[in-house]
């Protein structure tokens, strides 16, 4: 049995799932939610959060791949959930589109023509059209929106069951960028023909959702949130703790002031101080983070975060390894530490946010890189609520 677990709760899922619900209800905003479940559902177990999403009233979810969303019709097969396609379909995968209800989004006018050229022989039709208004990745250019909305014979060849766009700066709310592509969204919206004015439209992610309904519209993609991440930069999380990563010590020793913890020797300890070694690394999906521990250049009093110990907090020192962490666990009853305790390392007293910010990248890295170690056999998964 690996040392390290995460523990998923589906439960508090739900809950976050019902904060952007309430968040819609105060606002009198009847714009719907979809879940957005690609990366695995972001390393939570897509084909679980999917299932229980759906028994919550979900309908409409979000993935990258096409096989994502075969994985994800296994466990709804229903006809009622819609799977939408980020990526689109890409030559030879259309087949797999049809026999799983997959629908593509059409990010330009080669995809659209090679969809209608499919649609014509197979009688499916289904699709979701993006727009670019700024966020310069995926989608249509204004100039090419327009001229497939003076195209009569392409549209009419499609079922298009959403048109939408994508906010960049949606995390950061003031951020002027916000106003522009909504405008610049807007504008194309206006020159939609008759076929097109009825089609649904989605603009918001988490963050786009919270900033108010004027980025709504009808359909909400949320992500980050339902995970327990903070949507903003710098604002409170409103959502629960989804993911918990907990590991055991498997030594605790003493050392004298002025010895080193770790690779590159970058630690030194001020005083006499005992030593918990962890059974996690960066191999199991903990961010080593960009503290240069073989550069030399680092101040040697540096501290990488925390964990949480019996409720207490003691910080992580040295260089992150491979398989395992180092803690300063001096100032904490050594009754409490010993080999075997279960220590926190993301969870109720360490937000997926303060971990990301230790190894200088997003909540969003932390839980898919921690996820994906779950596949092999070095980190267990359980769930509460399923």
Same mark, same amino acid.
């Given at each position: ?15 976050? !799932? ?35 999403? !759906? ?19 296994? &466990? ?22 049809? *026999? ?103 603009? *918001?992610?988490? *963050? ?22 903070? =949507? ?5 999380? =409103? ?80 260089? &992150? ?66």
């Amino acid at each position: 049995m690996p040392s390290t677990c995460l523990t998923i709760n589906l439960d508090h899922l739900v809950e976050n !799932w019902r904060v952007f619900d309430q968040k819609c209800q105060d606002l009198k905003s009847d714009v719907l939610l979809g879940a957005v479940i690609k990366a695995n559902a972001y390393g939570m177990g897509a084909q679980k959060v999917a299932r229980r999403l !759906w028994q919550e009233g979900c309908r409409t979810f979000f993935v990258a791949h096409a096989c994502e969303g075969v994985m994800i019709r296994k &466990v709804i097969p229903s006809k009622e959930a819609q799977i939408i396609v980020f990526h689109g379909v890409r030559p030879g995968q259309e087949r797999q589109f049809t *026999a799983h209800s997959l629908t593509p989004i059409l990010n330009s006018l080669e995809d659209i023509e090679r969809w209608v050229a499919f649609a014509n022989k197979s009688g499916y039709r289904a699709a979701v059209l993006q727009v670019e208004t700024g966020m310069n990745r995926l989608g249509l250019s204004s100039a090419q929106f327009q001229e497939l909305c003076s195209a009569p014979p392409l549209l009419d060849a499609l079922d298009v069951r959403l048109i939408m766009s994508h906010l960049s700066c949606a995390d950061t709310p003031q951020d002027l960028k916000n106003k522009q592509q909504k405008e610049a969204f807007d504008h194309l919206m206006n020159l939609r023909p008759p076929s097109l004015i009825d089609v649904p439209l989605s603009m *918001a992610n988490s *963050a786009g959702l919270l900033n108010g309904t004027d980025y709504h519209y009808d359909l909400a993609r949320i992500g980050i949130g339902l995970y327990g991440g903070n =949507p903003y930069r710098a604002l409170e999380n =409103p959502f629960k703790s989804v993911l918990t990563l907990e590991t055991e010590i498997i030594q605790v020793k003493s050392i004298k002031a002025g010895e080193s913890v770790s690779y590159g020797a970058n630690w030194k300890a001020k005083r006499t101080s005992r030593i918990a070694t962890a059974a996690i690394g960066y191999g199991d999906g903990f961010l080593r983070g960009p503290h240069g521990a073989h550069s030399g250049q680092e101040d040697c009093n540096q501290e990488h975060g925390r964990v949480a110990i019996a409720g207490q907090y003691a910080p992580i020192i040295g260089a &992150v390894t491979m398989d395992l962490t180092m803690i300063d666990v001096t100032d904490i009853d050594e009754t409490l530490v010993k080999e075997g305790t279960i220590i926190e390392l993301i969870g109720p007293h360490i937000s997926i946010d303060e971990v990301a910010k230790r190894t200088s990248t997003i909540g969003y890295e932390v839980l898919t890189n921690i996820g994906r170690q779950c596949e092999g056999e070095r980190v267990t998964r359980k769930y509460i609520g399923d």
